[in-house]
């Protein structure tokens, strides 16, 4: 009765250093089949564990202004001194092959996919507290107290950032947030805008189809339609 739009939905998700959204995105990927995550470049170092093209794309400073140049991303920002930028490349082919496709983005790169992208989803990951974020930033143990400091108080300011997104999701719990956040990305899927055709069949049709049917005992509904129609023609 009712078609969906095949194109995927684009959901950008964005949340301070320390707010949990790579681990938050990882579990709704391992959950979801039709969902692909668009990798980010940046101009910053991995860190312990991170690996080339499954956490980001690693460039040096003068790689990642070069490309800049070519236009190659969708958008960039700078951030806590590095580069950060979304490719565009498979991004337009996964969504037309109905992939929904997930960009986890800083707060100035969000901006501007909403200015470019104004329909599509956004979702803000908030830590349950100030304290508790500074707490994650110091347990990672792989920057100096002034680094972390820095990034603490970006963090802050980007909290203030919440009114923008559709959505926003506290991290206090791992499970709870995922669930939350595959929720979100469910219920978008029922949205008016998100129908492409609304197919009505023919109600004399469907009605006659339901009086012919015998597994049900429609003789009192037949005599009730025949005398309504006596009654119409008197």
């Known amino acids: 009765m009712i078609k969906q739009k095949k194109q995927g939905q684009l959901i950008v998700i964005s949340g301070p250093s320390g707010s949990g959204k790579d681990t938050i995105v990882g579990k709704v990927l391992e959950n979801n089949d039709k969902i692909w995550l668009s990798v ?37 920002a700078e951030y806590a001194g590095n580069y950060y930028g979304t490719p565009k490349e498979k991004i337009v ?74 959505y926003v999701v506290v991290n206090d719990k791992l499970e709870d947030a995922v669930e939350k956040v595959e929720s979100i990305i469910k219920a978008e899927k ?24 015998e597994e049900f005992d429609n003789t009192r509904t037949k005599d009730k339609l025949e005398e309504d129609n006596e009654t119409k023609t008197k």
């Open 40 to 76: 980010s470049a940046t101009s910053r170092a991995p860190r312990k564990g991170e690996e080339e093209g499954v956490n980001y794309f690693y460039l040096t400073r003068e790689e990642f202004e070069e490309k800049i140049e070519n236009n190659y991303f969708l958008e960039y």
């Open 190 to 213: 029922c949205r008016v805008d998100r129908i492409e055709e609304v197919l009505v069949a023919n109600k004399e049709e469907i009605i006659h189809e339901f009086l012919m049917n």
């Open 93 to 166: 082919e996964k969504l037309d092959k109905g992939y929904d496709v997930i960009l986890v983005i800083e707060i100035q790169g969000a901006r501007k996919i909403k200015e470019l992208i104004p329909e599509a989803l956004f979702i803000f990951i908030m830590p349950p507290s100030e304290k508790e974020l500074l707490k994650r930033l110091a347990n990672r143990k792989t920057e100096d107290t002034e680094k972390i400091l820095e990034r603490f108080n970006v963090a802050y300011k980007e909290m203030n950032e919440v009114t923008k997104y559709n």
